[in-house]
T-cell receptor
């Protein structure tokens, strides 16, 4: 199984600022995804982080708000830009193990005040 | 795009009873259907999954059934225990575990001792 380290685990941020979340995997993985889980809600896919090219965003999410980097096959970052209280959520990265299962990081609990 | 509906949103059962959670999906090209358990404050954990070439899969007290014609799949938990209490999410994917997951809205299962 893939071991995922996600940082920070939680943060409280001022509105208007930006936060960058890191996702580090202990092995090379093909696919990395970023999800958002709003309080008491399900998981919503933000984007697929593509290695060496621009991320693929889902409807309702844009690069200016959620820029994503994926410099190699073990690391990705998600930035939440110009934050507002509505961005308060848990952000999770997810990777596959090559064939059979998708794993999640422990999540970043973001509170915007 | 894919849409996954999940019912019920909350489910309360007595310890030892069975619990059934149902999901329907819209994309006939979906071929991978995992179920995740999320305890409070923790990451989602895969508990069972099924692929479109199989109608049923069982793992001890947990089973999943899939009806491709009707585009619905269900999670069955028998002999429920208090530690089964959590939020359960179904999901669907086109490309197996290596592709993006579209999640259902979640079911809060409470097992009463």
């Amino acid at each position: 199984s893939a071991v995922i380290s996600q940082k920070p685990s939680r943060d409280i941020c001022q509105r208007g600022t930006s936060l960058t979340i890191q996702c580090q995997v202990d092995s090379q993985v093909t696919m990395m995804f970023w999800y958002r889980q709003q309080p008491g809600q399900s998981l919503t896919l933000i984007a697929t982080a593509n290695q060496g090219s621009e991320a693929t965003y889902e409807s309702g999410f844009v690069i200016d708000k959620f820029p994503i980097s994926r410099p190699n096959l073990t690391f990705s970052t998600l930035t939440v830009s110009n934050m507002s209280p509505e961005d308060s959520s848990i952000y999770l990265c997810s990777v596959d193990n090559g064939a059979t299962e998708a794993f999640f990081g422990q999540g970043t609990r973001l509170t915007v005040v | 795009g894919e849409n996954v509906e999940q019912h019920p949103s909350t489910l309360s059962v007595q310890e030892g009873d069975s619990a059934v959670i149902k999901c329907t999906y819209s994309d006939s090209a979906s071929n991978y259907f995992p179920w995740y358990k999320q305890e409070l404050g923790k990451r989602p954990q895969l508990i069972i999954d099924i692929r479109s070439n199989v109608g049923e899969k069982k793992d001890q007290r947990i089973a999943v059934t899939l009806n491709k014609t009707a585009k619905h799949f269900s999670l069955h938990i028998t002999e429920t225990q208090p530690e089964d209490s959590a939020v359960y999410f179904c999901a669907a994917s086109r490309g197996g575990a290596t592709n993006k997951l579209i999640f259902g809205t979640g079911t809060l299962l409470a097992v009463q001792p």
